[in-house]
């Protein structure tokens, strides 16, 4: 069932852009072999401090949104559980 579920959710290996020249740019974060250390470092040696201080803002307003995202779509399921619930005990 795991097997199943990873391989579902897992992302297209044909939609993604992997090519090694990418691993050497700030789009690799896009990437699923995405390296945290290596792209902190590219980003503080090719940024001044002003753009990393942007990036933390830009960074921080996506993941506010993606979390509020991620909770309607929760309530929205809960919601349609308890729904289906009550159907299946009338």
């Not at 579902?8 to 250390?37: C, E, M, Q, R, V």
């Not at 993941?63 to 289906?84: G, H, R």
Request: aromatic share 8%; proline share 3%.
């Amino acid at each position: 069932m795991r097997h199943l579920l990873s391989s579902f959710y897992s992302p297209d290996p044909s939609s993604t852009n992997d090519s090694p020249s990418n691993h050497g740019s700030l789009d690799a974060i896009k990437t699923t072999t995405f390296n945290a250390d290596q792209y902190m470092n590219l980003l503080i040696r090719k940024s001044n401090l002003e753009a990393l201080r942007q990036r933390h803002v830009e960074m921080a307003a996506e993941i506010k949104n993606i979390d509020t995202d991620l909770q309607v779509l929760v309530y929205e399921n809960y919601n349609k559980f308890i729904s289906t619930t009550d159907a299946v005990k009338r």
